[in-house]
């Protein structure tokens, strides 16, 4: 089965086959949010999946706060959780075909699961989704994968897709990742 597809991850999601949840917000995203002053930026979680950052954004009170996931599963169970999302804000879709423009652009888990030929596409469709001086933030693997998903990667891997697209890319080794991903993590940060 072809592991970019909605049944796939669809698949995945009913066996419980979701190790790349950790229950909760990735503690280097939440440390960027809670620095934010603006709530009222336009944000896009791509790869959501339970949309645990999401939910914690909503719940700080930011208001313009977009999730999109290929498979609807973990839609589903996010809308069960948080009640008083804006529905027209959860999008059930491929990213890839995804129109939109936005302040901000959350990178969870999104990347280490697509196959790497689309990682410049990727870098390329972000780059379209923002608007002029909007930001990419989030975590990438600092590490290797001999099978996936996930696939990880070094951090010049990483440089040379999206140094083409961006005018400052900023990738750093998390300090404050979760144990289980300690020394493993890069936290990043694009503008475009």
């Given at each position: 089965?072809?592991?970019?597809?909605?049944?796939?991850?669809?698949?995945?999601?009913?066996?419980?086959?979701?190790?790349?949840?950790?229950?909760?917000?990735?503690t280097?995203?939440k440390a960027?949010?809670?620095?934010?002053?603006?709530k009222?930026?336009?944000?896009?979680?791509?790869g959501?999946g339970?949309g645990?950052?999401?939910?914690?954004?909503?719940?700080?009170?930011?208001?313009?706060v977009?999730?999109i996931?290929?498979?609807?599963?973990?839609?589903?169970?996010?809308?069960?959780?948080?009640?008083?999302?804006?529905?027209?804000?959860?999008?059930?879709?491929?990213?890839?075909?995804h129109?939109?423009?936005?302040?901000?652009?959350?990178?969870?888990?999104?990347?280490?699961?697509i196959?790497?030929?689309?990682?410049?596409?990727?870098?390329?469709?972000?780059?379209?989704?923002?608007?002029?001086q909007?930001?990419?933030?989030?975590?990438l693997?600092?590490?290797?994968?001999?099978?996936?998903?996930?696939?990880?990667g070094?951090?010049?891997?990483y440089?040379?897709?999206?140094?083409?697209?961006?005018?400052e890319?900023?990738?750093?080794?998390?300090?404050?990742?979760?144990?289980?991903?300690?020394n493993?993590?890069?936290?990043?940060?694009?503008?475009?």
């Amino acid at each position: 089965m072809d592991h970019l597809s909605k049944e796939f991850w669809s698949l995945r999601y009913q066996n419980k086959e979701t190790g790349w949840d950790i229950g909760e917000i990735s503690t280097p995203i939440k440390a960027y949010f809670d620095q934010i002053e603006n709530k009222e930026i336009k944000v896009l979680i791509p790869g959501c999946g339970y949309g645990h950052e999401a939910e914690y954004l909503f719940k700080s009170g930011f208001s313009n706060v977009h999730i999109i996931d290929i498979a609807q599963e973990p839609l589903i169970r996010f809308k069960d959780r948080n009640k008083d999302y804006p529905r027209v804000n959860i999008h059930l879709g491929d990213l890839f075909t995804h129109n939109g423009s936005y302040n901000l652009i959350i990178e969870q888990t999104m990347f280490c699961a697509i196959n790497p030929f689309l990682r410049q596409s990727y870098a390329d469709k972000i780059n379209s989704l923002l608007k002029p001086q909007g930001k990419m933030i989030g975590v990438l693997f600092n590490r290797e994968f001999q099978y996936g998903p996930p696939y990880g990667g070094t951090k010049n891997e990483y440089l040379v897709y999206f140094k083409k697209k961006f005018s400052e890319v900023m990738i750093e080794e998390c300090y404050n990742s979760i144990e289980s991903r300690d020394n493993s993590e890069f936290f990043i940060k694009m503008i475009k």
